[in-house]
C-alpha cells in the first residue's frame, strides 16, 4: 500500500480535515482503529473506552471550512458522547423515552460500525484480487489488417448538426443538479424527463392546452419543469403556442420538422450547469 | 445479439477437431471475453459442441492431454474466454507488453467499490451513508476507470443509481459477480434493521 | 537495443522445453513480430538456442509433431516472429470479426468521436474525464474505424493524444474542421475535481 496520507490527498482532493485526521476515511474507520488498536471487539465497553481518543481527533477542527466535513464525526461524536453520559447512570433501568432513543442511537450505531468493518473487508479482498490480476497478461493484439478490411462499412448517419448536439450533451455535465433541492427536502424533477413526457402528449396528436399538460402533476417542481420543457421545446422549434389573452389558455402544437430521441437527450442542457 | 438455444445455432455440424482450430484462431483475434454463445454463433455450431470444445482445449493447453503444458492458457474471465499467459511466464512477459498499470485505488475507493458491488444499484447517496463520508470523488475515479456505470436514474428523485461494470469482473479475474465472497458472514450477527439502514 | 553476439547473450542456459513455453508466452501477448536478438535478451538464452526453439515451435503449431496443427501459426515477418491467423480459418475469423463489427456505431462511440472532435489534440485520460466513463474500448473502436488517429505522444506522460482523421470529414460532409457547429457556451466551464482521474 502506498503512504495513506499522500493517498489521501491525493485521492479525494480533500483539503483540510481528512488531513487533519491523518488518514481515516470518515468515522467508523477512525473508530475500528481505534478499538482495534485496543484489541477489543466491537462492544459497548468498547466505544465507551475510544470516545476520549476520538474527540480528541476532533478538537484539531476548527474553521468553518471543515466543518461540512466533520459533520459525520460530530454525529458520531455526539452519540458516543451521549453514551459515554448514560454509562453513569444505574444500569438496566429505562425510565424514559430518552433512554430508549439512546439505545436505539446505540444499536444504529452497532449496526452501522458492523456493517462498515463487513465492507472494509470486502474492500480488502478486492484489493487483493485486483491486485494479483493486474500481473496477468491478457492476448490482447491489433486486428491483421486483412480482417480489419473485411469489418463492414460505418453507416453513418447523423447530419452535423446532430454531432453538433451530441458534442453538446457529452460535454454537459451528466447529473441533474442537485445543489439548492437538498435542504428542501422536495424530489428533483428532471427537466428531460418531463420534456419527453410533453412530448409524448403532443407529438401525433392535436393542440393541447398546458392546464391539460399539467392536469395530474402534484408537484410545483413537476409543472415548473414542463414549463421549461415547453420552453426549451420552443426554443428547439418544435412546438409552437398561442394565448389570445394575457394570463389566458395557453395551447401548444408540435410542429417539429426533424425530432429524434437524442434532440431530447440534448434538451435542457443549459439547466445542468 | 440474437437469443440462441443449444439446439437452434446447429447448421453445419463440424468434426469437434475442427472446432478446436476454428476455435483458436477467433481467439487469436479477440480483444475481449467471448462468451460461448458468440463463439456459437460465428461457428454455426451448437453451444454444447463448443462448450465441450473449449473444455479440450483447457485441458490440451494444461498439459492434460499428450502436448506439453503451454506458456499460455485458457481462461474464463468477465463472461467470457480467452488467452492469458499461464503466471508461471507473466515475469518473462512483462517487457513485451505496454501495460499502463494504472495508479492502485485508494483504500477509499475499495470500500466504495464493495459497497456498490454488493448493494448495486445503489445511489452515491446511499453509498455515502453506509461510508458516514462523501463519496463524490471516489465515484468520479470509480467511473474513469471503468469499475462502476450508470445503472439508472431514479425518476423521483433524480439520483443516479450506480452498478458495477463488466471490466470490474476483468479486473478481479473473475467470471461473475456470483464470485464474490459472500459478505454476510462478516457481518457476524446480523442485527436487524440491517437492510433499512441504507 | 544492445548490440548483442551469439555468444554475449548467454548467461544462464535453460532446458529447451522451458525456453519453447516461454517463448510461446512472450509471443501470445507481442503485437509487434519479434526479433530473435530481442527474446534472446529477455530469455538469457543464446540467440542459437532461441533460434531452435522457435523452428520448433513452427513445428509444433504446424502439427508436424504429436499434436494437432493449430489454429494459429508462427511466422517470421519484417525481422520478427509473431503468432497469427493459421490461413486456412480466415473464412471463420472474417465471419467473426463481421458479427463483432456492427455497422453502426454505438451511442457512447459517438459521444466520444464527439469530446475528440471538439477538444482535440486530447488524450484517452482527458476524454474519459469529459464522459466520466472509461473510454479505452471505444477509442480502440473509433481507431479500428478509421475516424481518429494518433496526434502525438506527450513526452513527459507518455500519453497518446488523439485526432480526429480525415474521414470524418468526408461523414460529415464537410471540409474542414472549422465547419464543426459552434457549441462554445458548453464548453467554459473546465470542470473542477476532474483532473484527478487517470
Known sequence: ??????????????????????????????????????????????????????????RGVDTEDELDQASEFLLVAATLLDLKVAGLLPQGELVDAEDVALLEARDLLFARLLQYRAFKEAAAWFAHGIEAES????????????????????VWTLSLGDFAALAALAFAPREIPTVGFDHLHAPLVSIREQAAHVVALLRGGGPVTFRQLIAGADQRGVIVARFLAVLELYKYAAVTFEQLEPLGELTLTWSAQHWTDDSLASLGADYDA | MPELTEEAVAETPRAPVDLERALEAIL??????????????????????????????????DGEGDGPMRGFELREVGGGWRIYVRPAFDDVVKEFVLTQNPTKLSQAALETLAVIAYKQPISRGSVAAIRAVNVDSVVRTLLGRGLIQEAYTDSETGAIHYETAPLLLTSLGINSLDELPKISPLLVDGRDGFDDLS
Not at chain 1, 476515511?25 to 478499538?35: T, Y
Not at chain 1, 500481473?135 to 460505418?154: F, G, I, N
Not at chain 2, 460461448?36 to 493447453?61: C, H, K, N
Request: no cysteine; hydrophobic share 45%; charged share 25%.
Open chain 1, 1 to 58: 500500500m502506498t503512504d495513506p496520507v499522500a493517498e489521501a490527498a491525493a485521492v479525494e482532493g480533500a483539503v483540510g480535515f481528512r488531513l487533519t485526521l491523518s488518514n481515516f476515511s470518515g468515522p467508523f474507520d477512525l473508530l475500528l482503529s481505534l478499538i482495534a488498536k485496543h484489541e477489543l471487539d466491537i462492544t459497548e465497553i468498547a466505544l465507551s473506552r475510544v470516545t476520549d481518543e476520538f474527540l480528541s481527533y476532533l
Open chain 1, 135 to 154: 500481473t496477468r497478461h491478457v492476448r490482447a493484439v491489433r486486428l491483421e489488417e486483412k480482417y480489419r478490411k473485411q469489418s463492414p462499412d460505418l
Open chain 2, 28 to 61: 487469436m483475434v479477440a480483444d475481449e471475453p467471448l462468451p460461448l454463445v458468440s463463439l456459437a454463433t460465428a461457428l454455426g455450431s451448437p453451444i454444447a459442441a463448443v462448450r465441450q470444445s473449449i473444455e479440450r482445449l483447457v485441458a490440451d493447453y
